[in-house]
């Protein structure tokens, strides 16, 4: 798509899905650069609060969430830098928090044809998976903590 193309979609959203759109781009930009200059231990504890769930948001209107993630979906892919999975369910989660949306990350690995372990993040609120497609559990198997799970051979999705 040309750049004029791009701009004419992103005109036509409305005025509170473009900030959306801006806040996600931040956000990405901000968790990928997180991600690659803080020390292992520090990515460890940021990734292991953001798995706890914390009570003081709300699950409130879950479809609204899920816009909101899309376009934030969106905001990757037009993104000057890579993002993966884990930099936009961090960016996705901090995002619905400033909307006192309760989100948790979940982590889940499988087994790739090379026999290593390819992880995947996504967001859930409510028991409902929301940045993802529904059977992403059952392709992944969470876990609770990935402190404990050596990560030079993970690929993330």
Same mark, same amino acid.
């Given at each position: 798509m040309t750049d %004029?193309?791009?701009?004419?979609?992103f005109l036509a959203l409305s005025t509170g899905d473009r900030q959306v759109f801006a806040q996600a @781009?931040? #956000?990405l930009l901000k968790h990928s650069?997180?991600?690659r200059l803080c020390s292992r231990e520090r990515v460890g504890r &940021? &990734?292991? %609060?953001?798995?706890?769930s914390h009570a003081s948001g709300d699950s409130g209107d879950?479809?609204?969430? =899920?816009? @909101? #993630?899309?376009?934030?979906n969106r905001a990757a892919r037009?993104? &000057? &830098?890579?993002?993966?999975? #884990? +930099? =936009?369910?961090?960016?996705g989660r901090e995002m619905l928090a400033r909307r006192r949306v309760d989100a948790t990350l979940r982590i889940g690995v499988s087994h790739d044809t090379d026999g290593g372990l390819q992880a995947h993040a996504w967001l859930e609120?409510?028991?409902?998976?929301?940045? %993802?497609?529904?059977?992403?559990t059952h392709r992944f198997v969470p876990?609770? %903590?990935? =402190?404990? +799970?050596?990560?030079a051979s993970w690929r993330w999705t």
């Amino acid at each position: 798509m040309t750049d %004029d193309g791009r701009v004419k979609r992103f005109l036509a959203l409305s005025t509170g899905d473009r900030q959306v759109f801006a806040q996600a @781009w931040i #956000l990405l930009l901000k968790h990928s650069i997180a991600l690659r200059l803080c020390s292992r231990e520090r990515v460890g504890r &940021v &990734v292991a %609060d953001a798995m706890k769930s914390h009570a003081s948001g709300d699950s409130g209107d879950l479809e609204q969430a =899920r816009h @909101w #993630l899309k376009i934030a979906n969106r905001a990757a892919r037009h993104h &000057v &830098v890579r993002t993966n999975c #884990l +930099v =936009r369910s961090l960016a996705g989660r901090e995002m619905l928090a400033r909307r006192r949306v309760d989100a948790t990350l979940r982590i889940g690995v499988s087994h790739d044809t090379d026999g290593g372990l390819q992880a995947h993040a996504w967001l859930e609120s409510a028991g409902e998976v929301i940045n %993802d497609a529904s059977d992403v559990t059952h392709r992944f198997v969470p876990f609770d %903590d990935p =402190r404990g +799970v050596p990560q030079a051979s993970w690929r993330w999705t």
